[in-house]
């Protein structure tokens, strides 16, 4: 194979592996899928007790995914979110306006995104087909440069102003930008993965356009807390001004109204799938047979009787 394909190869290979997303376990992503948003609770490409990898669409702007995790951290001096009050963290009002002035901030982004996507993957293969390698890694360097320098300086400016707290993570984000134009071009994206942390992951789901499958998700959740575990809540795990499961399980309930939706619904008993099943677990609704005892995935002893 000569040089140029697998020049072009490796660039493409680089360029898709930007386009994975390491989630912590306890948290939440929010990807693109089709023209709205999907949330990923689990598994990934590779997943394990810290965190699961996922992939995004590998083009700027459909690329964007939003981690948000589902409980504040212990001694957490994060942004005014992380610890604002029940009714802010469900706000979906303040949801839209937080996700509306974040993308409206990075907008000079979107221009030295677009240029280095279209330097890399239209200029680049053309100037190859006429100009041969060693002139077009010349233009191509220059071009790079100029364009990678205003990223990283905009980059810098507009998260130290929406994110002043998170100094580490813009160092982290500058200094990749600065080193790979793969990386700049990401950076756009990249840059907006936390801007919705702190709010509550199913009001989250409720403010994205033509989000898919909110009341699955939302009827789970609020099992989880009406049926919660004690090995959920480790001593010292959560803080002290956290609000509590009933809190949460009421918030859940009002936002569900204001859909449409029926919260009772989620507590009743299900019809069997199998006339063997006599019992089901209230927590994630799997059905037993009369000899069962407990739930083995949820830990759940006291099963309820099934629909008949
Ligand atoms: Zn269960």
Known sequence: MSPVPMLLGCFLLLYLSEFLVWVRSDAWLFRRRGRGWEALTQGGLISSSRGSLHWVYPVPQMGRAYSVRTSAPTGSTGSTALRAPIDTAFSVVEIGRRYQSVEEA?????????????????????????????????????????????????????????????????????????????????????????????????????????????????????????????????????????????????????????????????????????????????????QFTRQATLCRDCHWTALLPICR
């Open 106 to 286: 990075f907008q000079p982004l979107r221009w030295t995104s677009w240029c280095l996507w279209g330097l890399v993957w239209i200029v680049c293969p053309v100037l190859l087909k006429f100009l041969g390698l060693p002139s077009t890694l010349w233009i191509l360097s220059s071009g790079a440069l100029i364009l990678m320098v205003t990223n990283a300086c905009l980059l810098a400016r507009i998260h130290g102003k929406i994110f002043s707290e998170f100094g580490d993570e813009r160092l982290r984000l500058v200094l990749s930008a600065s080193l790979s134009p793969l990386a700049a071009i990401r950076s756009l994206d990249l840059a907006q993965k936390m801007a919705l942390d702190g709010f509550h992951p199913l009001a989250v789901a409720a403010a994205l356009p033509g989000f898919q499958g909110w009341e699955t998700l939302a009827a789970d959740q609020w099992r989880r807390l009406r049926y919660s575990v004690t090995s959920e809540n480790p001593a010292g795990g959560t803080p002290v001004d956290a609000p509590s499961s009933v809190e949460v399980r009421a918030a859940i309930e009002v936002l569900a109204r204001q859909r449409g939706v029926d919260p009772a619904l989620w507590d009743i008993a299900p019809r069997a799938e199998d006339p063997a099943h006599t019992q089901y677990c209230p927590r994630c609704r799997t």
